[in-house]
């Protein structure tokens, strides 16, 4: 038995997950659980209300020409 990898809690769904480099997702158990993660603090973070508005001006400026 040579298998040393730590064992940590996966943040979003609380599963065993092995901390080793053949995890890409780490500290998370999946690619799902860390797009979840990040899409939660993006949501907070990030935004960006009125684009709506973009589009309406973007469609009068190609209605103009
Ligand atoms: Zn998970």
Redesign the pocket.
Known sequence: MSDTARIVS?P??Q?A?KWTAKNPYRP???E??KLIDLGAWADESHRIPGDADHQDVLSEDLQGR
């Open positions: 996966c979003t769904c599963a997950v998370f158990c999946s799902r659980c």
